[in-house]
């Protein structure tokens, strides 16, 4: 049976021990900007997985360091429709999850949204590795069960944590032996898994959920009039016959519905800033593409998202690191296990 190939193979241990650093921050760039835990601790760390078609598994080590998570890399990841879940089985990782504090220890499931910031740390024994079993999977498969509700920052314990662990271990462990046919039909027995676990994590709460649907209506309206400057919260209350109260209730996790409208504007903004095919458009233009009312506008608001200009973005250019596409994600993390199969070949 052909199988499931290829396999994400990360392993500093493979890398001349001066890029270790440089290797390992490569490697987990598309998720975070990664430094070290203090001068004298080195990063180092593995990653060893499979893809399913629409999501990425598989077992991940790493020594004690720290993680951010901005809005710049939140954009240029282009990862922000999914979320990194994690089974832990050794280490511990706690930090600010856009707000929330979490600590998520072992035999504990951590919930990740790669659509907003953070800012954590993981710490281990020093001759020792944390350890978890990653998940990166889209948003709807996790929110949903929990009707839309941000799990971002939510740790789960218990029996069921346990229980989601071991099942994504198993699945982990039998892709690499499968065909790709074969293994897209996980997808379905991590829907289920998924389904079970949040059900654990966010019971549900009719009463204060609104439709299961809006938010993806509403931010499908969102999208497809994110370059007109009329589009609001009362035009979309209005084409979508709903009450604000009802708009405002399915976004509030989001900051508002407000804030979701600016930040899809500056994130297409920002990639088309970065874009060659639009080198020969100004910034003025590229503002108004979006929706914005007049340069000044544009620039305030990017410099308060991004900490940044969009001259400059458009000057530094945008480092390439991953896709909306799990299949860009893949290709990223198999070309540096390519990149260790190389170099330990040659050595």
């Known amino acids: 049976m052909p199988m499931n190939d290829p396999r994400i193979d990360v392993s500093t241990e493979f890398v001349d021990a001066a890029d270790r650093d440089d290797y390992w921050r490569a490697a987990t760039r598309p998720f975070y900007v990664t430094e070290r835990s203090s001068r004298d601790a080195p990063l180092h760390g593995t990653m060893f997985g499979s893809a399913t078609g629409t999501s990425l598994i598989g077992e991940t080590t790493f020594s004690s360091q720290n993680y951010v998570r901005n809005r710049r890399l939140i954009t240029e990841s282009e990862l922000d429709d999914h979320y990194l879940v994690q089974g832990w089985t050794a280490g511990a990782m706690s930090g600010d999850a856009d707000g929330v504090d979490f600590l998520v220890q072992p035999h504990e499931v951590s919930f990740i949204d ?16 944390a350890r978890a079993i ?153 503002s108004r593409r979006w929706g914005f009312t007049s340069k000044p506008q544009f620039v305030r608001a990017f410099d308060a998202f991004y900490g940044t200009t969009p001259s400059r973005v458009r000057l530094e250019g945008r480092r390439t690191i991953g896709n909306p596409s799990i299949n860009r994600l893949h290709h990223h993390l198999t070309t540096l296990s390519a990149e260790t199969s190389l170099s330990t070949e040659t050595a």
């Not at 659509?115 to 590795?129: D, E, I, M, N, Y």
């Open 114 to 129: 790669l659509g907003k910031p953070l800012r954590a740390s993981v710490r281990t024994h020093p001759r020792r590795t």
């Open 134 to 286: 990653s998940l990166v999977v889209p948003r709807s498969l996790v929110e949903a069960p929990s009707h839309g509700r941000s799990l971002h920052g939510t740790v789960l314990t218990g029996v069921p944590a346990v229980v989601f662990s071991q099942c994504l271990q198993s699945i982990s462990e039998a892709l690499p032996h499968l065909d790709f046919a074969a293994a897209a039909q996980y997808e379905d027995v991590v829907e289920s898994l998924l389904k079970a676990t949040v059900g654990q994590v966010a019971p549900e709460r009719s009463f204060r959920a609104p439709p299961e649907d809006l938010r993806a209506r509403a931010l499908t309206y969102i999208l497809d009039h994110l370059g007109e400057s009329w589009l609001s919260p009362t035009t979309i209350c209005v084409a979508l016959a709903v009450s604000r109260a009802q708009l405002y209730r399915a976004f509030n996790d989001d900051g508002g519905i407000a804030q979701v409208i600016r930040r899809k504007r500056l994130e297409h903004a920002y990639r088309e800033l970065t874009t060659s095919d639009s080198e020969n458009m100004s910034v003025e233009e590229i």
